[in-house]
């Protein structure tokens, strides 16, 4: 039997389900946001790695049209299989970044990345969600 607690419980988990990253793999894709819009990478983190120029580089499973992220606001891309994160522009998240893929690397689960402007080339990640 439902009762008013498991309901209102089964409806908030719908509610959560609906507005997180999906946690399966897709290709990079680009969306509208307000006045410019970003681009998301959802998918395993076969390859990251950190250098001594204090990158963070994640390479996606596939390759993305860099067109897609001009038409959405984004500039300057034209990396079309990896996203960045300078670590000198906030060393506490970039920290936590690569904590986060190297994590879930070791988990085999996915991520959902998003990146909202450009670096380098790149598309420059400015958050996470490591997903099961």
């Not at 009762?3 to 409806?11: D, E, F, G, N, P």
């Not at 999906?22 to 307000?34: E, L, Q, R």
């Not at 690569?98 to 400015?126: E, I, K, N, P």
Request: glycine content about 6%.
């Amino acid at each position: 039997m439902l009762t008013r607690k498991s309901l209102s419980m089964v409806a908030g988990a719908a509610i959560f389900a609906a507005h997180c990253p999906s946690a399966f793999a897709a290709p990079t894709h680009c969306h509208p946001y307000g006045a410019s819009g970003y681009c998301q990478y959802d998918g395993k983190v076969s390859r990251v790695y950190i250098n001594a120029y204090q990158q963070v580089i994640l390479y996606f499973d596939s390759t993305f049209n860099t067109a897609d992220a001009t038409a959405v606001g984004i500039a300057g891309v034209s990396i079309n299989n990896a996203a960045v994160f300078n670590t000198a522009t906030n060393p506490e998240f970039a920290k936590a970044l690569f904590a986060a893929m190297l994590t879930a690397q070791a988990r085999g689960a996915t991520v959902s990345v998003q990146m909202s402007s450009s670096s380098s080339g790149y598309l420059l990640m400015d958050r996470i969600w490591v997903n099961e």
